[in-house]
């Protein structure tokens, strides 16, 4: 089935236009919903995207593959990134990714094999007072010492 | 000078401190606004808020009123303004504080900025990552709203001022304003040639002024305590750099954060009396002073302004951690002011892994529009896993300074130099370093970073 979002994410993207003269400055804000509901932006969702701001196919995919943030494949269910700039660098980032790797048993940059976390580097997430940190979805998680990362990945591959 | 006040972070530690309730009681708020729409002329506030003399504080540090006098009434096509809170240089944590804390001294500062400039409308570009911060603004601004701040008739003045949050998508380089405003226009964030300057040509080809977000959020203090009395807040208020701002300090400090203190703090009051020294009292090795892209000062630096005229001659044959942190007396000590977010590395650091930690940064978020900053960011960090490898000739190690600049001067947008700087500033501060790497006297697996074992400091 052609790709389309759900009629409230629909509603949300039509009260998003009225803030912005233009259609094409709604284009991340619905990218962002796109990929809230659907994981990953593929040629689906930019067609979809094109269609409803009036926008070139290839602006949109031009967009999408601009920024870190849009997800070109099927990712984990989580995602968790570890800030490796070098304010967290200087904490121990480099010890608290390599704990993450052994634990998940993957590389940076690969999801683990029953799909549930994505596993990433982030560039400085601005957090740089609370050193180490990462995000884990919406969430930061900041002054990270083993025992907090160990909670942190056992409540996701609980979940 | 160490002269810490609470102007914009009173209201950080109380519970629902980010609520209107707090603000109004506590700190005054939108008293400011409502003198302002209510008693004040546009050219006014702009002539006061030149008074205020508040340096950018998004790194580059010009006059905010200057900036916000460019703007002139169009016949046709609206203003509009641009908050820039796509918070990103490595070593910088201040922004987000203020909008997850106090989001409401933001949402009235646009509400100022918005008058002082023509707009009727502000956009803040959030990064995406800051969820909370966005859902913080959101909700200061709904309840301004609601209760007439904002909207059709604020404080019952018929000047329409709406508010909103944009988001970006992960790009460091959004926060170069060109590329923030073509974000906000829904395109890639690729920076812009100027002229045409944001006050001719900006968002959506209107007018537009773009401040960052902690300068605007510094609006409604200048303007409840006047604006010349907030500007003589500052040790350096006769270097036009005035008032209060976030200071940060974070890395191998025992007690990172961001202070709120009075313009005029030195780097050594930043470290060792508000960041409570260094781990295990180890000496200081380095610091950078404002975010990675400004060049890196070594502990033993001092200061040579022997020419009388130099704002910086006051502090000749002194140390550099005890010069005032102002975008004039920084900018003449080969560094920058910055962010004013201060990286701190204690002895045992090694600079070279420092170096490549953040080529790896500047390769990662390198837009890629231009070819010097596209190649030459991936090209310096070849050189730097070169050297970390010990597969680093002399030769490629006295390329880096052509290859960096080459960079320099030749590219769209500042990116180019935030790149080139930091690398010819490691490069110049540390050569025996980076010497010692190609003669093989140091190796890649030795180098240290942190200190100690993770977790355990």
Request: aromatic share 8%; net charge neutral.
């Amino acid at each position: 089935m052609p790709f389309a979002l759900t009629p409230e994410r629909e509603r949300e993207l039509a009260e998003i236009l009225t803030r912005y003269p233009t259609k094409m400055a709604a284009c991340i804000p619905a990218l962002h919903l796109c990929q809230d509901q659907h994981g990953y932006i593929d040629d689906d969702v930019v067609t979809w995207v094109s269609h409803r701001l009036d926008l070139p196919p290839a602006h949109v995919k031009g967009v999408v593959t601009f920024y870190t943030l849009f997800n070109q494949h099927k990712v984990g269910k989580h995602q968790l990134w570890v800030c490796r700039t070098l304010p967290c660098a200087l904490r121990g980032a480099g010890e608290m990714l390599d704990y993450c790797e052994k634990k998940l048993g993957i590389k940076a940059g690969e999801t683990t094999p029953d799909g549930k976390i994505t596993l990433r580097t982030a560039e400085c997430l601005a957090s740089c007072g609370t050193a180490p940190m990462m995000q884990v979805d919406k969430d930061y998680y900041e002054n990270l010492t083993p025992a907090d990362v160990d909670a942190i990945l056992e409540r996701l591959q609980r979940s | 000078m160490l002269k810490q006040t609470n102007y914009l972070t009173k209201v950080y530690g109380l519970p629902e401190g980010w609520t209107l309730a707090t603000y109004e009681r506590e700190a005054r708020g939108y008293q400011a606004a409502r003198k302002v729409l209510t008693t004040m002329s546009p050219a006014d506030v702009v002539n006061e808020a030149k008074k205020a003399n508040i340096r950018g504080r998004g790194g580059a540090g010009f006059p905010m009123g200057v900036k916000w006098s460019f703007m002139r009434p169009h016949p046709t096509k609206p203003a509009y303004l641009v908050i820039n809170a796509d918070e990103g240089e490595p070593g910088t944590h201040k922004d987000r504080t203020l909008m997850e804390l106090n989001p409401h001294a933001c949402v009235e500062g646009c509400i100022i900025g918005c008058y002082a400039i023509g707009a009727h409308a502000a956009y803040i570009y959030v990064r995406d990552e800051l969820h909370l911060s966005k859902a913080r603004l959101w909700g200061a601004i709904k309840e301004a709203k609601a209760k007439g701040y904002l909207g059709k008739n604020p404080f019952g003045k018929d000047y329409p001022v709406e508010v909103y949050v944009h988001t970006g998508a992960g790009a460091y380089i959004c926060g170069e304003e060109t590329s923030l405003l073509n974000s906000l226009e829904g395109k890639r964030g690729e920076p812009r040639l100027k002229p045409p300057f944001p006050a001719q040509a900006g968002a959506f080809g209107c007018p537009t002024t773009v401040n960052n977000l902690e300068t605007i959020a510094a609006v409604p203090t200048a303007f409840n305590l006047g604006c010349e009395e907030f500007s003589k807040l500052s040790s350096i208020h006769h270097l036009n750099d005035g008032g209060v701002r976030l200071f940060g300090v974070n890395g191998h400090v025992k007690k990172p954060g961001v202070y709120e203190c009075c313009v005029g703090l030195t780097l050594r009051e930043l470290i060792y009396d508000l960041g409570g020294g260094l781990l295990d009292d180890k000496a200081l090795h380095s610091v950078i002073p404002g975010g990675s892209s400004t060049p890196v000062l070594r502990a033993e630096d001092v200061v040579h302004a022997p020419d009388e005229k130099s704002p910086l001659h006051a502090w000749h044959g002194k140390s550099v951690l005890d010069v005032p942190l102002g975008v004039d007396t920084f900018r003449n000590m080969g560094t920058m002011l910055g962010t004013c977010c201060a990286t701190v590395m204690a002895e045992g650091t090694d600079p070279v892994a420092c170096f490549h930690n953040l080529m790896q940064f500047y390769r990662h978020e390198s837009c890629g529009q231009c070819t010097p900053c596209r190649e030459g960011s991936g090209w310096l960090l070849r050189i730097a896993e070169k050297l970390m490898d010990g597969t680093c000739s002399m030769d490629e190690l006295n390329t880096l300074h052509d290859v960096a600049n080459g960079i320099m001067g030749n590219t769209i947008c500042a990116f180019g130099e935030g790149t080139a700087m930091p690398a010819l500033g490691y490069l110049k501060k540390f050569r025996k370093e980076f010497e010692a790497y190609v003669k093989g006297e140091r190796k890649g697996k030795d180098a240290r970073l942190a200190v100690g074992a993770w977790g355990q400091s």
